[in-house]
């Protein structure tokens, strides 16, 4: 079956970065649209960015030039460049895969924990 492992979190001061890693396993990666969620405390789960499998990228808008989306199809790994962090992007982070191009997303990791202080 699809695994998804996230790692990388880590607790960093404010303007530092920090780079999380999605290595996915039981799946043909290079087929799959990718994504980066996030979820805060009391918060609803967001839409951090995603990437397709043509390397099509988008950004929420609260990350938009401090965070990048990248993959390695030869490695089957996503990552998430994370730049100029701020204490509002305290959450916890999730990789999500999916085949179709839009809907919901078939498989998620387990999360890892990112926490910025001021």
């Known amino acids: 079956q699809v695994q998804l492992v996230e790692s990388g979190g880590g607790l960093v001061q404010a303007g530092g970065s920090l780079r999380l890693s999605c290595a996915a396993s039981?799946?043909?990666?290079?087929?799959?649209?990718m994504g980066w969620f996030r979820q805060a405390p009391g918060k609803e789960r967001e839409l951090v960015a995603r990437?397709?499998?043509?390397?099509?990228?988008y950004y929420a808008a609260s990350v938009k030039g401090r965070f990048t989306i990248s993959r390695d199809n030869a490695k089957n790994t996503v990552y998430l460049q994370m730049s100029s962090l701020k204490p509002e992007d305290t959450a916890v982070y999730y990789c999500?895969?999916?085949?179709?191009?839009?809907?919901?997303?078939?498989?998620w990791g387990q999360g890892t924990q990112v926490t910025v202080s001021s």
């Open positions: 999500a895969g999916r085949i179709s191009n839009y809907g919901s997303y078939d498989y």
């Open positions: 990437i397709s499998s043509g390397r099509y990228t």
């Open positions: 039981g799946c043909t990666f290079s087929s799959y649209n």
